[in-house]
């Protein structure tokens, strides 16, 4: 798997707060059969991205080195979680805190209702910036549950979307699990991450979730949101289209 939503540095946000636990999600990783993680922390003020980047650039480096050293199979990238809000607009090197340096920008939107015209603007000055949003947890979002076909239209302007393994297992309930299976299964969402915060209640175990997960989400369609579809955006490629069939 490769794992494109994680908040596995440690000190950044609200993730790992030591790095003792970032090594322990880094065993989870492997046990799960996780092979890449995006690092990416939360990062709510644009206007603080040097001393964000100095940070996560210095923190995967050691992290990597670590890694190699004990011989374990896993690599990190750099990445965020850009809180959307109105300093996008004030923001000018979005490129910089991209997954991998492509140009797919992992984004989120407030867990509080707003207006669903705002999601689209915002997506707007994304693509404006020569970028792609890569929307986080679309099904976590009071605004999209009441609003659905906004994730629809954010789909056709060329944003992504990747939803919450715990979300697909029912952890946030069955609202959010039925809504965020349903954006994978008709392809407004083409991505599956752990979005982890910690060893032990939000982690990457993402083998005893998928037993969670809805019979519809098949081996196949898994195999796609958390191997192939990644892949794509790791090399900054297009996603295809799904296959027909999964
Ligand atoms: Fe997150």
Request: hydrophobic residues 40%; aromatic residues 8%; charged residues 25%.
């Amino acid at each position: 798997m490769i794992d494109l939503h994680c908040h596995i540095l440690w000190d950044m946000d609200d993730g790992a707060d030591s790095m003792e636990k970032t090594i322990a999600l880094c065993r989870g990783a492997v046990k799960n059969g996780i092979r890449i993680i995006a690092a990416t922390p939360h990062l709510t003020d644009v206007e603080l991205i040097d001393d964000f980047l100095y940070t996560r650039n210095q923190r995967i480096s050691e992290l990597n080195t670590y890694l190699k050293a004990e011989k374990m199979p896993l690599k990190v990238c750099g990445g965020a979680e850009v809180y959307l809000n109105n300093h996008i607009f004030e923001a000018e090197n979005l490129n910089e805190i991209t997954i991998n340096r492509s140009k797919y920008l992992l984004c989120e939107y407030s867990l509080q209702p707003f207006e669903p015209e705002r999601a689209l603007v915002f997506a707007e000055e994304i693509l404006e910036q020569g970028l792609i949003p890569l929307i986080a947890h679309p099904e976590r979002y009071p605004t999209f549950q009441r609003y659905p076909a906004i994730a629809q239209e954010l789909r056709d302007m060329g944003a992504h979307m990747q939803v919450n393994a715990d979300s697909l297992a029912g952890y946030l309930g069955e609202e959010i699990q039925e809504f965020a299976k349903s954006l994978l299964l008709d392809g407004t969402a083409e991505l599956i991450a752990t979005d982890a915060h910690d060893p032990q209640y939000r982690n990457n175990a993402i083998l005893r979730l998928q037993e969670q997960f809805p019979p519809e989400i098949t081996k196949d369609l898994i195999y796609w949101a958390t191997w192939i579809a990644p892949q794509y955006i790791l090399r900054n490629a297009e996603i295809p289209a799904r296959p027909n069939g999964i």
